[in-house]
Structure formats: structure tokens, C-alpha cells
Nanobody, 123 residues
Framework: QVQLVESGGGLVEAGGSLRLSCAAS????????MGWFRQAPGKEREFVAA????????YYTDSVKGRFTISRDNAKNTVYLQMNSLKPEDTAVYYC????????????????WGQGTQVTVSS
């Protein structure tokens, strides 16, 4: 069984920063690619960023490029999302996802999901 636990969410003013963490447990072969999604109230869940096992490949949605950075520490089984220059429109519940397939993670069909952490950006 694979478990993903997010942390690091909170309330921040526009222009501020937060770092989200997603700690994974279980068989590492089951979650080689990890990613972040977010869902704002009344909106569809959307892809934010993903990173492959080696960390050599990262992917971002256009709206966060240059502001967010995804990284991972495989020794700690943890993936991070550093969020800078936050905007009110970044307000959402952020979810961690994992799968053996990068395509599945980016498509939102990854097999493993965390419970989410709330990020609120005030204007």
C-alpha cells in the first residue's frame, strides 16, 4: 500500500511564498513519478507540476512557470513544491499524486493520491 501525506499549506499574502511537502510511504516502484494538482472551489482539478524519479524531467502548467518549482528527495521519499510570488488565484486545495507512469500523473489519472492541503492567498 502506498500512502501520500501532504503538508505545508496555509494562509499567505499575495506575493508571499509557501513550500508544500508530500511524504510517500510504500513500494517505491509504485510511485516513480510524482506530481501536484490543485482544485479551487467550483473549479475542476488542474495539473500543476510533475517530476520523474530521477528529477531530470519536470513539467509545469503555464500559469505557474517561473513561480513554482517542483523537486524531490528520494532518500526522504518526499516531493516538494516551492511556490513563490503567490497570487490569489493560486488559492486551492493542493493534492499530491503518484504513479509509475508520467503520462498518468500529468493526466490526473495517477493511481495514488494524498488527502490535500489548503493554500489560501489573500489579496
Amino acid at each position: 500500500q502506498v500512502q501520500l501525506v501532504e503538508s505545508g499549506g496555509g494562509l499567505v499574502e499575495a506575493g508571499g511564498s509557501l513550500r508544500l511537502s508530500c511524504a510517500a510511504s510504500g513500494r517505491t516502484s509504485s510511485w516513480r513519478t510524482m506530481g501536484w494538482f490543485r482544485q479551487a472551489p467550483g473549479k475542476e482539478r488542474e495539473f500543476v507540476a510533475a517530476i520523474t524519479w530521477s528529477g531530470d524531467s519536470t513539467y509545469y502548467t503555464d500559469s505557474v512557470k517561473g513561480r513554482f518549482t517542483i523537486s524531490r528527495d528520494n532518500a526522504k521519499n518526499t516531493v516538494y513544491l516551492q511556490m513563490n510570488s503567490l497570487k490569489p488565484e493560486d488559492t486551492a486545495v493542493y493534492y499530491c499524486a503518484a504513479d509509475t507512469s508520467t503520462r498518468a500523473v500529468m493526466a490526473g489519472t495517477g493511481y495514488y493520491w494524498g488527502q490535500g492541503t489548503q493554500v489560501t492567498v489573500s489579496s
